[in-house]
């Protein structure tokens, strides 16, 4: 919610002026077109100058998320987590008082976003951790799906919230959702329970019954990120005799659980494709479609809609196949044909629109929220941890930090490629999708292979 105003505020910091009236008592010559600007994006540059305050939150954003896992598996999640969303209502409301304080200078506006981008990387590894903390393998794409909506309903309240105020005092487009953000800090505070162990409820099993025979006919590395050992072993012997506190795993022992490379790598350009249409969408649309500020911003709430429909499916689907690779290779190979054609023919009408951005934010979300949620669950509570429960923060944390590489890439791009026309913009998009869908190859085979060797066993 703190991250979507930017997206719908950039088509009020620069815009056409010709179409406004001129108040009575500006002090702007008569021919100067830029009146109604916000210095410093009033000038021809402004697409550039926007792309790098966007730049300046993603890359920190990247970078502050490899180290934030590290912290936390050694911190407790309730103080490391609450800190995070308090600090980050402070520096999204300060962007925001740079309306009211009159401010002119871009180095004000990247340095709040290089700030919030290295507080806000305390929320994903920990928000995963302890949902991975309470839910085993079992229904863990579904539940999950069904979890990670909060992403696209943070879009969408911030789409909306942003857009009261795009028009008059757009600083509280910023200041409302940070003000939120905070007051949810302090409720984490309060209210979060880490573990189910704290509460006295069981721990779940991080495997499925289906897992040990599997192993009995398939090379257990067949299935990158399953927990093929259960850790009720190591929960039956804890019982009988004191056992010491989990280790927290090294960065480079996360790098070696078998899938963590690839989907790491997978998601960096899925990544590049959802934020581009986050930081970019209401922006295409204002320009392309010629909606008014506040249409374009409520419209692209449309793609986050589709968004929770893709997640949910693709955890639905992911559990029934035990296949999250080929879940998202499909969704993915299916989006490149479908952004080509909004492209095309979404803008003709209300209900073309309307129809591809939901399909569009379905299989672009769909595959960025398994690997994101279920997937980096799996794992973080691999078979090769032996059941340590202290792998899901850096596991997910480097995962989400290689996909906010691409993050940080696509808005970029789209930034420098956009002057050249927006049909550029969507094949940067196309190709982006394809290379993502590439890099999950490997393990696509390994689904089907196991596959096969379950069916030849139902067979006999």
């Not at 001129?22 to 540059?45: A, E, R």
């Not at 709040?112 to 794409?141: D, E, H, M, Y």
């Not at 309060?190 to 192993?215: A, M, N, R, T």
């Amino acid at each position: 919610m703190s991250r979507k105003p930017i997206s719908i505020v950039k088509s009020r910091l620069h815009q056409n002026c010709s179409e406004l009236i001129k108040p009575i008592n500006d002090s702007h010559s008569v021919n100067d077109t830029s009146w109604c600007n916000w210095s410093p994006f009033d000038k021809d540059d402004y697409k550039e100058l926007l792309g790098a305050v966007d730049n300046a939150f993603l890359v920190a954003y990247a970078i502050g998320m490899f180290i934030s896992g590290i912290f936390g598996e050694r911190l407790p999640l309730r103080y490391y987590l609450s800190a995070g969303m308090l600090l980050s209502g402070l520096f999204t409301s300060l962007f925001g008082l740079g309306y009211f304080w009159n401010i002119h200078v871009l180095w004000y506006f990247v340095l709040i976003q290089i700030c919030n981008g290295l507080v806000q990387t305390t929320g994903w590894p920990s928000v995963v951790a302890c949902v991975g903390n309470w839910f085993g393998k079992g229904k863990r794409g579904f539940i999950m799906g069904i979890w990670n909506s909060h992403t696209s309903v943070g879009n969408i309240l911030g789409s909306l919230i942003a857009g009261i105020w795009v028009n008059q005092d757009w600083g509280l487009s910023f200041i409302v959702p940070g003000i939120i953000t905070a007051i949810m800090g302090i409720i984490t505070f309060l209210f979060l329970i880490e573990y189910p162990e704290d509460v006295d409820c069981d721990p779940p099993q991080h495997h499925d019954g289906s897992d040990k025979d599997q192993d009995n006919h398939e090379d257990p590395e067949n299935s990158p990120y399953s927990n093929r050992e259960g850790s009720q072993e190591t929960m039956a012997s804890c019982s009988k005799e004191p056992c010491a506190e989990p280790v927290a795993i090294s960065f480079l022992g996360a790098l070696k659980i078998p899938g963590v490379i690839e989907f790491s790598f997978c998601l960096l350009f899925a990544k590049l494709v959802s934020y581009t249409f986050l930081y970019w969408l209401p922006l295409y649309i204002f320009n392309v479609a010629h909606f008014g500020a506040k249409e374009a911003g409520d419209l692209s709430t449309l793609f986050d809609v589709g968004g929770i429909i893709g997640g949910i499916m693709a955890g639905l689907i992911s559990d029934y196949t035990n296949g999250r690779a080929t879940t998202c290779c499909v969704m993915l190979i299916l989006a490149a044909p479908m952004m080509f054609l909004y492209n095309y023919i979404g803008q003709n009408g209300i209900v073309s629109s309307i129809v591809m951005l939901i399909i569009c934010g379905m299989l672009v979300n769909g595959p960025y929220a398994l690997i994101t949620t279920a997937v980096s669950a799996d794992l973080g509570t691999h078979k090769s941890l032996k059941g340590n429960a202290k792998a899901l923060s850096t596991v997910s944390a480097i995962i989400d930090g290689t996909g906010s590489i691409g993050a940080a890439l696509g808005p970029l791009l789209a930034g420098l490629i956009s002057p050249t026309g927006w049909n550029n913009v969507f094949y940067m998009l196309i190709s982006a999708d394809i290379l993502a869908c590439l890099l999950l190859c490997r393990l696509v085979y390994k689904e089907i292979l196991a596959w096969k060797a379950s069916l030849s066993k139902g067979r006999g």
